[in-house]
């Protein structure tokens, strides 16, 4: 496609179930990041992936977080155990390389945890 | 924190005037990115300046970067309602980019 893609865009779960949100990066595009917004605030990263190195976990907020990147294409974000605060945008981004290209950002999935 | 700070947090002017948004961060940078984001879609890259650069033209967006104060800023010359959106900064160091908080821009028509 002509850019980043995620899916769902809207999720409403319940408290204690797990979610999975999916990204689509640009094709041909090495590096991948995960990023969370909550109302109002900037941007919190969450974990990034680029090529077949091992992924940069050190944003994730708990071990009920985790992702994967299979082929080094799609991305899916897994959130287990739903808690209300992770109630937030969470917005998929990639580039062409890593550090000095701009990141290419989808629209973002928006999940409500009642 | 990381994180790149803007200022001010939401901005108000008449269209045609000019907007001037403020960037400070913590750390060493490789260099400085700024995003728009209008409501409800994802970011929007916008201008990228590398750490040894000072100033950067694009269209209607002018950037500045003082290293040595660790700040930059963006300046949107005659305001269009449709750059009505927020502002973020992003510092890249490294394979990381961390993001501020945003500057909220409205412009009047």
């Known amino acids: 496609g002509a850019g980043v893609s995620q899916s769902p865009s809207n999720k409403v779960t319940e408290k204690g179930k797990d979610v999975e949100l999916r990204c689509d990066p640009i094709?041909?595009?090495?590096?991948l990041y995960w990023y969370r917004q909550s109302l109002g605030q900037g941007l919190e990263f969450l974990i990034y992936?680029?090529?077949?190195?091992?992924?940069?976990k050190s944003g994730l907020p708990s071990d009920r977080f985790s992702a994967e990147r299979t082929g080094g294409s799609v991305s899916t974000l897994t959130i287990q155990r739903t808690q209300q605060e992770d109630s937030a945008v969470y917005l998929c981004?990639?580039?062409?390389?890593?550090?000095?290209?701009?990141?290419?950002f989808g629209n973002g999935t928006r999940l409500t945890v009642t | 924190s990381q994180q790149g700070e803007e200022d001010p947090q939401a901005l108000s002017i008449q269209e045609g005037e000019n907007a001037t948004m403020n960037c400070s961060y913590k750390?060493?940078?490789?260099?400085l990115q700024w995003y728009r984001q209008n409501s409800g879609r994802g970011l929007v890259h916008l201008i990228l300046?590398?750490?040894?650069?000072r100033e950067k033209h694009s269209g209607r967006l002018r950037v500045t970067l003082d290293t040595s104060k660790k700040s930059s800023s963006l300046l949107i010359t005659a305001s269009r309602a449709a750059d009505t959106a927020s502002y973020f900064c992003a510092t890249g160091t490294g394979n990381q980019f961390y993001f501020g908080t945003g500057t909220s821009l409205t412009v009047i028509p």
């Open positions: 094709s041909g595009h090495t590096a």
């Open positions: 992936f680029q090529g077949n190195s091992a992924p940069d």
């Open positions: 300046i590398r750490s040894n650069e």
């Open positions: 750390t060493s940078i490789n260099n």
């Open positions: 981004a990639s580039s062409l390389d890593t550090g000095s290209t701009p990141l290419h």
